[in-house]
Structure formats: structure tokens, C-alpha cells
């Protein structure tokens, strides 16, 4: 257990907010499903003695193994998701072709659309939705129309008892996919709600309190990297950096200097600006400064220092 919060830690850190965090958990669920659908394909195949097909399983599941140890701007860069979907929609194709309608592959199409729509943002992806849904529908049509005629042309028949074997995994995967399409909308209604109860938490306290009225000023001068900054800071917030250091008498200059700015309510691309940092280098700041401050991955690093210090 301490492994798996050590890692949902770090994987938070890592994250830009809370959504990006969510978004890289339920990918990594994601992929651990597809890792069991294809195991499940390698025993059914081994079952129906479809050997070639369990090779081809076997190399897909190793590779969907690799794929939760790449970082995140990696896994999440949308040529390559893109180029993920539609490799997906391919492979049930393929499989759909050579075993025939009776084995009932194309139901895949089902959740994999599912999956795009969740993964891809509509609105700025809306053009990539299109294209792997009219894809997906396109092979689809092509066997249905063709009533498999490439499937004959492929020349592998699978038997009644073969068939059998897949119709009963295509549900209860079918199945399988629909109870987690549900649980991922569960999850992505349940991060709407919170960011919108924090954000609403937030504008009540700044009504209540003076202590941004300042922040206006304060961001020119940061945003502006003036070097007068930290010194106006400290005559707007005398006691800021006192109890931050009484909390964690071991945080460096540069960690408080990210607090100020996070104190301001600036977004961690605008604190890599001020900085002259990378946002990952504010990322791993952010890591730490939550490591020392003792705060729970559960709570949002800015409202917390904006609400306590």
C-alpha cells in the first residue's frame, strides 16, 4: 500500500492539476483493462488453438505493459493517441475479419468509441473524434456489406464450438467495458464537482479577506521578473514566509519564492514564466514544497497555502 500511495503521490506532483492528475490515473486504468482483455484474448486463443492469433495477443499485452511506464507527455501527446485509437480500431478489424460476424468482434468498436470520446477533448480534438469514429464505422460497414467477403478471401474458418467460445467472451467483455465506461464518467462528474465547490470555496475567501487585494499589483511585478518582487511581497504578507518556515524550517529559497507566487493564485505555467523556469522544474518544486508542508494529496497546493499561510 505505501508503494501505490508513493506512486499516486509522485504521479500527482507530476500532474498540472487536478484533471490532468485524473486523467493520467484512468489512462493507466485504462491500459491495466486492456492488459486483461488481452490476456483473456491469449487464453481464449490458446483454448480454440488459434496459436498465431496468441502470439499476436502476447506481443500486444507486453507492449500495453511498456506503455504505463512512459511519462505522461509522452503517452498524452495527441498524435500518438491518435495514432493509439486508430491502431485499436485496426486490430479489431483484423480480428473481426479473419473469425467471421458470428464471433460478434465488431461490438469492440462500442467501448473503444467510448474511450475516444473520454480522452479526447471535444471541442480543441473534435476533428480527431470525427476521424476514428467514421474509421471505426467504415470497417465496420466494410465486412458487414461485404458479408465478410474478405473474411472468405483470408481463408480461416473458425468452428461453431470456436465461435461459440468467442460469443461468450465478446459479452462479458462487452459487459466488462460498459461497467468501467461507467465508472470513468463517475470519476470525471465527481473532478467537474470538486473543482467547482474549491473554486467556489476560494472566491468566498477572497471576499472575506484583504490578503490578495494586493495581488494585482503583485503579479505585474512578478510576471515582469522584477527583483523588487519578493521585497513587496514581504511588506504585503510580513509574516508569510515566517510561518511557512516555522512549518518547514529545511524549504530553500526558491521553494518559497514558488509559494509567494502560488499565494498569488498564479497557474504553474505563469509561475514557470515568472521563475524562468520549465514547468516541469515548478512541477517537482511543487512535489516538494507539499512533501515538507505535510500536504495531502487530496488537497489543491495553492488554496492550501492561499487558505493557511
Known amino acids: 500500500m505505501n508503494i501505490i500511495s508513493s506512486f499516486l503521490d509522485k504521479k500527482k ?9 485524473e486523467k493520467s490515473l484512468l ?27 496468441l502470439l499476436i495477443f502476447l506481443i500486444a499485452t507486453v507492449f500495453m505493459i511498456g506503455t504505463l511506464f512512459l511519462p505522461d507527455r509522452i503517452r498524452f501527446k495527441r498524435s500518438l493517441l491518435a495514432l493509439f485509437f486508430f491502431s485499436l480500431g485496426t486490430f479489431i478489424f483484423y480480428f473481426d475479419t479473419i473469425s467471421g460476424k458470428e464471433c460478434m468482434n465488431y461490438l ?34 466494410i465486412n458487414i456489406l461485404s458479408d465478410y467477403y474478405i473474411f472468405d478471401l483470408v481463408g480461416v474458418k473458425a468452428s461453431p464450438d470456436q465461435q461459440r467460445y468467442v460469443r461468450i467472451y465478446k459479452i462479458i467483455e462487452i459487459s466488462f467495458c460498459t461497467f468501467v465506461g461507467m465508472y470513468f464518467i463517475y470519476r470525471k ?18 471576499q472575506k479577506t484583504d490578503k490578495v487585494s494586493f495581488s494585482g499589483e503583485l503579479y505585474d511585478l512578478a510576471m515582469s521578473r522584477n527583483s523588487l518582487f519578493i521585497t513587496y511581497f514581504k511588506s504585503q504578507f510580513p509574516e508569510f ?8 524550517p529545511n524549504m530553500v529559497s526558491s521553494e518559497l519564492e514558488v509559494c ?19 514547468v ?25 497555502i492561499i487558505s493557511h499561510f
Not at 514566509?241 to 518547514?248: E, L, M, N, P, T
Open 13 to 21: 506532483a507530476f500532474a498540472k492539476d487536478e484533471m490532468d492528475y
Open 27 to 53: 489512462f493507466d486504468v485504462y491500459t491495466l483493462v486492456l492488459v486483461l482483455m488481452l490476456l483473456c484474448n491469449v487464453i481464449l486463443n490458446f483454448i480454440i488453438n488459434q496459436y498465431e492469433n
Open 108 to 141: 469492440s468498436y462500442v467501448s473503444l468509441t467510448i474511450a475516444v470520446a473520454f480522452f479526447f477533448d471535444y471541442i480543441r480534438d473534435r476533428w480527431i473524434i470525427f476521424f476514428m469514429i467514421i474509421s471505426y464505422l467504415t470497417w465496420f460497414l
Open 189 to 206: 462528474e465527481r473532478m467537474l464537482v470538486k473543482y467547482y465547490i474549491e473554486k467556489e470555496k476560494l472566491n468566498a475567501m477572497i
Open 241 to 248: 514566509f515566517d510561518h511557512i518556515i516555522k512549518v518547514s
Open 260 to 278: 509567494a507566487l502560488m499565494k498569488l493564485n498564479l497557474s504553474t505555467k505563469e509561475i514557470a514564466s515568472a521563475t524562468n523556469s520549465t
Open 280 to 304: 516541469r522544474a515548478i512541477e517537482n518544486k511543487k512535489y516538494r514544497i507539499r512533501r515538507k508542508l505535510g500536504i495531502s494529496t487530496e488537497s489543491d497546493i495553492s488554496i492550501y
